[in-house]
C-alpha cells in the first residue's frame, strides 16, 4: 500500500477565471461514474483526456464521462491490478500504470483495452519492486520508475524491459533501496528524486551511464517534486514547501498558511498561476505574487469532509 493519504473525491477547477472571482469546483463521485472515491494520481494526455488512478482501476475522463479499466482475471492483457498507485500520460500518447503488487503496465491504444504488463524481475535487474509508486519521463522519452523500498529503474525510449538502475552506475545503497515517492526532470536533464527522507539528484538522466547521483538534503516524506513550465523545481516535504528557480542551487522555504499540513502535489497552468494541494485544501499561487487560500468548506457545498492530494491542470 502506498504510505500517502490520498483524496477522498475528484474536484475539477474552472481555472480560467479571474483572480478577483473564487474557482468554481464540480465534484465527481462514484455517482458520475468514478470507479472509487481515492484518486491517487492524475495525468492529462496529448489528446486532453484526464486520466486518474484509483485504488479501485484506473479511469479516463473525457469532459463528459468516465471510462474505467479493471482487472480481468481470465485476461492477461487486461489492467494487472485494481489498486492503481500512479499513473503517467507520455508524449507519445502510451499511458503508464503503477501497480500495488503487480509491477507496471502500458496502454498503448485506449480503444483497444489492452495493456502490456512489465512484471517485477525475480532476477533483480530489471523492476525489482512490484509496489510502483512513481513515474517521469525524461526529455528523449526514457522512463524512470519509482518504487517501494526497491529505488529506481530506467526504461529506454523503444525498449520492452526495464533495467535497475544500479546496472547503469554507482548508487548510493540509500538510493538502491529508496521508496521513491516522486520525481520530475528538469530543463537541463537532472532528475529529481523525492523518497520517504531526503531529495535526491541525478545528473545526465537521458545519458547511457546517468549520474553522478547525489543526496541534495535529508527532508522527511518528499512527496510532492514538480518542474513547472518557468524552470521552478517545487519540493513538497511533510507539511513544507520548497521551490528552486531555474538557475538557482538553493531550495527556499515558501510560506504556507498555518493549518495547511502535508503538501501533496503541486501544478501549474497556463496563467502562470501555481497550484499547490495541502491537506488543508488549495493554495494557489497567482502569478501576480498574490496567493488565495481555498478550505475544503469553500470548494464546494458539503466537502468539508475531503481533502485536496492530487492536483492536473487541464488545457
Known sequence: MRLLSIIGCLLLPSLALADAIAPAFRLY???????????????????????????????????????????????????????????LATRDGRIWVGCESTGLAMLDDSEDNQFTRIAPDPAGNGLRGGDVFALTETARGDLYIGTYAQGL???????????????????????????????????QGVLWVGTLDS???????????????RKVVELPLVNAVEMTRDGTLWVGANAALFRRTAGSDTLSRVVLPADAGLVESVVDTD??????????????????????????????RSIARYRCARLAARS
Do not use: E, Y
Open 29 to 87: 463521485g462514484i455517482a458520475d461514474g468514478l470507479p472509487a472515491v481515492s484518486a491517487m494520481d492524475l495525468t492529462q494526455d496529448p489528446g486532453g483526456h484526464l486520466w486518474i488512478a484509483t485504488r479501485d482501476g484506473l479511469a479516463r475522463f473525457d469532459g463528459l464521462g468516465f471510462k474505467v479499466f479493471r482487472n480481468a482475471p481470465d485476461d492477461a492483457t487486461s489492467l494487472p491490478c485494481n489498486d492503481v498507485q500512479t499513473t
Open 153 to 187: 529503474a530506467r526504461l529506454r525510449q523503444g525498449d520492452t524491459v526495464p533495467v535497475a538502475l544500479d546496472q547503469l552506475m554507482s548508487l548510493d545503497p540509500a538510493l538502491r533501496t529508496a521508496t521513491v515517492l516522486d520525481m520530475a526532470v528538469d530543463t
Open 199 to 213: 531529495l535526491w539528484r541525478i545528473d545526465a538522466a537521458d545519458s547511457d551511464t546517468p549520474g553522478p547521483a
Open 271 to 300: 496563467s502562470g498561476d501555481v497550484w499547490v494541494a495541502v491537506r488543508g485544501g488549495l493554495l494557489r499561487l497567482r502569478s501576480d505574487g498574490g496567493s488565495d487560500w481555498i478550505r475544503p468548506r469553500r470548494c464546494a
